[in-house]
């Protein structure tokens, strides 16, 4: 089974701020990793796809990059909408997701 | 516009059985596979099973693999989610996804269904 381990589990940003996360793999899964963003209360939503892929109407403030088995994340410019927990997943072999990271404001 | 909607959770003892299904509308159903993911009350998501657009493929995770059992009717654009010998830790929400590529079981999940809860206790 792959596993994925995400860093950091929870930050505390303003609004403005620059955010990253980083997602590993334990084994290569080229760039079948997703990107997905869940509001307290709400269903997750998917934001990047394929590691580096805008899903349509995504912000372009959301970026994500990386293959093999590290991957980022990243929040260009924090807007207040922004705050919510935000999980990877993979794809490769079967389904699973990484254990999320909160954005909280700081 | 793509709607998922779930029902058939509910509270049910240890070892008891429980049918999710999700009702699909606002796109080709036949064209896209179809997964439940779960989520724990306060926890992380759990991806659950998935199954192929024309239902000749399905995939289990280990930890509900013998107990669940996902099918579809894709005359009716429903997707189903038999659970047995349930347990506490199948205690969640349990989301129904649709993926995102046509006719690949890929798992990038697009869209999401508001989820159905389901305890165990």
């Known amino acids: 089974d792959i596993q994925m381990t995400q860093s950091p589990s929870s930050l505390s940003a303003a609004v403005g701020d620059r955010v990253t996360i980083t997602c590993q793999a334990s084994q290569d899964i080229r760039i079948h990793l997703n990107w997905y963003q869940q509001k307290l209360g709400q269903a997750p939503k998917l934001l990047i796809y394929d590691a580096s892929k805008l899903e349509t109407g995504v912000p372009s403030r959301f970026s994500g990059s990386g293959s093999g088995t590290h991957f980022t994340f990243t929040i260009s410019t924090l807007h207040p909408e922004d705050f919510a927990t935000y999980y990877c997943?993979?794809?490769?072999?079967?389904?699973?997701f990484g254990p999320g990271t909160k954005v909280e404001i700081k | 516009e793509v709607h998922l909607l779930e029902s058939g959770g509910g509270l049910v003892q240890p070892g008891g059985s429980l049918r999710l299904s999700c009702a699909a509308s606002?796109?080709?159903?036949?064209?896209?596979?179809m997964a439940w993911v779960r989520q724990a009350p306060g926890k992380g998501l759990e991806w659950v099973s998935a199954?192929?657009?024309?239902?000749?493929?399905?995939y289990y995770a280990d930890s509900v693999k013998g107990r669940f059992t996902i099918s579809r009717d894709n005359s009716k654009n429903t997707v189903s989610l038999q659970m047995i010998n349930l347990r506490a830790d199948d205690t969640a929400r349990y989301y129904c996804?649709?993926?995102?590529?046509?006719?690949?079981?890929?798992?990038?999940?697009?869209?999401w269904g508001q989820g159905s809860l389901v305890t165990v206790s």
């Open positions: 199954i192929g657009y024309s239902g000749d493929e399905t």
């Open positions: 996804v649709k993926d995102l590529y046509v006719r690949l079981t890929r798992g990038s999940f697009d869209r």
């Open positions: 997943q993979q794809y490769d072999r079967l389904f699973t």
């Open positions: 606002g796109f080709s159903f036949s064209d896209y596979a």
